[in-house]
């Protein structure tokens, strides 16, 4: 099986990111999957540095618990567990049928240009 990759950017043009996509996919074969953010805003609400660590314990650990996940994080269950479910959402892990939590991704790649938004000046 094929090592899962995963590109993140920040398009504010969800449009514009999907059509690049599907440019890639044409190429044929696995090029990897993409998720979008329209703004940094988004992306940082979206991905703390406490998502961020559980996302990394994950590719470290394997599939594994919330509960065995907090302890290996020293954090509250309850809080991995929202922070977890976001994560989940977004689609950067998974959970099985079991309910255990798996980072499906070998590599992840934040592709992010910051630039000035005039419309907001």
Not at 35 to 51: A, K
Not at 70 to 85: C, G, I
Not at 101 to 117: E, F, Q
Request: charged content about 25%; glycine content about 8%.
């Amino acid at each position: 099986m094929e090592k899962r990759t995963l590109t993140i950017t920040l398009q504010p043009d969800w449009k514009a990111a999907l059509r690049a996509a599907g440019k890639s996919a044409q190429r044929g074969g696995y090029q990897g999957e993409f998720l979008n953010f329209e703004s940094p805003g988004i992306f940082f609400s979206r991905l703390s540095e406490r998502r961020w660590a559980i996302i990394n314990a994950l590719q470290v650990t394997g599939t594994v618990g919330v509960r065995e996940l907090a302890r290996y994080l020293q954090r509250d269950v309850k809080r991995v567990h929202a922070d977890a479910q976001v994560l989940v959402e977004l689609g950067l892990i998974e959970r099985d049928d079991k309910g255990s939590l798996t980072c499906p991704y070998a590599d992840i790649h934040v592709d992010m240009h910051i630039t000035p938004n005039l419309q907001s000046a």
